[in-house]
């Protein structure tokens, strides 16, 4: 794990931002998979979305809070706007698909806030 960090951080460096996102998408899926071992489908695989996104959420979604803030605890943002649901679509979009269109959230607005979900 710590070998594809630093290379995050190279790729980084160097302006390699496409390797760096494609690999940075896969940390919450190999962190998913170890914290969340019992999240499983009903055959027994893997719930590869689940245990992707719970990870995601339990240990990113605070850096993502909008103007409301965090819940009592400081552990979520109360309405975060990049979840963990988001980013296991964008890496299935730029892994699987060589895009970055999270299509499912698009352009969203509210009587607050617009929201652009497109990374270029």
């Known amino acids: 794990m710590l070998e594809k960090i630093k290379d995050i ?11 760096a996102l494609a690999l940075s998408l896969t940390l919450p899926d190999i962190c998913g998979q170890i ?3 019992n999240l499983k489908r009903r055959d ?3 719930n ?3 245990q ?7 240990w990113v979604n605070h850096y ?3 103007p409301t803030g965090w819940t009592d605890d400081y552990s979520k943002a109360k309405s975060p706007i990049f979840t963990g649901e988001m980013c296991y679509s964008l890496r299935c979009s730029f892994l ?3 895009n970055s269109d999270i299509p499912e959230w698009d352009e969203k ?3 607050d806030f617009h929201y652009l979900y497109k990374f270029q």
């Open 35 to 37: 914290e969340y071992p």
């Open 44 to 46: 027994g695989r893997r």
């Open 109 to 111: 607005e509210d009587s």
């Open 9 to 19: 951080r190279l790729a980084l460096y160097n302006q390699n931002y496409q390797a």
């Open 96 to 98: 699987h698909e060589g």
């Open 52 to 58: 992707y996104a719970t990870w995601f959420n339990d």
């Open 48 to 50: 590869i979305g689940q």
């Open 64 to 66: 993502y809070a909008d």
